[in-house]
């Protein structure tokens, strides 16, 4: 147990799985009480065991962020029911991933990514920003994606939707940031959780041939760029998109 999170509450967005999960369980390492939300409840429970097994605090609030600013103010509230009336730690990680390119994205598609990647923030993070000012402050930290910076043919409206919530962060982070709480983005880079029963490489690692890295990260990995940009070791960082894609974005891939 850590204790750079110590005495903190945090709400965890999506974290039922892969990179929310990572990042909820590297917070209650650092000692944050955390909430994991999302919609599946075994895996709430899964993850709140793990955190407490570890020594840590963490309750399952459920969650179907479908972009209504309803359910978003209901997330708000029972988290901070939970968390004992605080929440000091937002992370805005819960969000789909249609593959379909622009010719085969139909207009509910698009509006559904949207709603779920950034209208659910949006309003979650209005609903938070007056109970962390009362506090004293916070942090809000969004997951953006390489792929806003390097073009793909597919999953065209996720992109856009990440590209906005980058957006936000510089724009909440001007508006917020008088109030006592940091405003920053993570953008992962190819991440999956290790599979020891895995015989032939993954499409996704293949892409990941020729980075400095030279292979996929981990849900741990982004987990602890969050508890850094949350602690008070980067109080001076706002406004800022981290990229946290083992050098995919700002290095030549050149593939061997």
Known sequence: MGNRLQGKAALVTGSTSNIGRGVAIAYGREGAHVVVSGRDTQRGAEVVAEIRANGGRADFVAADLDGSAAASRALADGARSVLGG????????AGIFPANGTLDTD???FDRVLAVNVKAAFFLTAALVPHMTESGGGAVINLGSWAV?????????????????????????????SRGIRVNAISP????TPDPDETTPNPVQVMMKGTPH????????????????????????????LDVDGGRTAVAVIAG
């Not at 605080?86 to 990680?93: A, E, H, K, Y």
């Not at 982004?222 to 070791?233: N, P, R």
């Open 86 to 93: 605080r929440v000091d730690i937002l992370v805005n990680n």
């Open 149 to 177: 910076r390097q073009g793909l043919p597919q999953g065209i409206a996720y992109t856009a939707s990440k590209g906005a919530l980058e957006a936000l962060t510089r724009a909440w982070s001007a508006e917020f940031g």
């Open 214 to 241: 030279g292979t996929t990260g981990t849900p741990e990995a982004i987990g602890q760029a969050a508890v850094y940009l949350a602690s008070d070791e980067s109080s001076f960082v706002h406004g800022t998109v």
């Open 107 to 109: 207009e509910a598609t």
């Open 189 to 192: 880079g190819m991440v999956l």
